[in-house]
DNA sequence: GGTAGGATGGGCT
DNA sequence: GCCCATCCTACCC
């Protein structure tokens, strides 16, 4: 296991999400995300970008749906996706700015048990949270947590005491048809518990 | 090891 | 009516 469950440190401040969205989707990677007994460490995530990003959902406007993304940055963006599963992002950029990082794999430093039973269709560690609707079953997160502060509870993101620097690799985006080339995605170098490990390495 | 196809429902034009 | 920031199963090497 590459992240443990050892000094579990605080829990990032708004200050960390109020920057450039590359800049978070980044530096989230080895961030823990907790609920309640369940705890992973971030190995994967997207960056979705204000402007001409036509692949984020907020590039065309505010809606009902994509309020929050223009919100105040750190809360909770979850949507519903191919009428089955829930993706968690996190709204980045000062208010009134879109952007958000979507998480997409972490890595279980806690609360495996519990895991494994949201998750039965899993069959190895590997599987219990590798890929962004595997995640947020894992974890107990769903559309009720939309808008949530993440800088409160009881869904946070905390930075271990004792976390290692992690090398990167990006690639573009999975799963999108605009912007598709864009190198969006980002994942801790080596690690087993990412999404779709083939298509990792480009840089 | 690999992939094609289906499940399933909300958002938006 | 079409599009989706997905996952699982069956099936094939």
Known sequence: MMFSTMALGRILPRSFYERPTIEVARDLLGKVLVHG???GAIVETEAYLGGDDLAAHS??????????IFGPPGHAYVY??????????????PKGQPGCVLIRALEPVAGVEIM????????KPEDLASGPGKLTLAMGITRAHNGVDLTRGPLVVRAPADMRRVEID????IGIR???DWPLRFLVRGNRYVSARKQAGVG
Do not use: Q
């Open 80 to 93: 519903f996706i191919y009428g089955m599963y829930d993706c968690l992002n996190i709204v980045v950029e």
């Open 170 to 173: 990006v690639t573009p985006r």
């Open 116 to 123: 494994r039973k949201r998750r039965p269709a899993a069959k």
């Open 37 to 39: 007994e369940a705890a």
């Open 178 to 180: 605009h912007c598709a």
């Open 59 to 68: 590039a065309r406007g505010i809606t009902d749906r994509t309020r929050v």
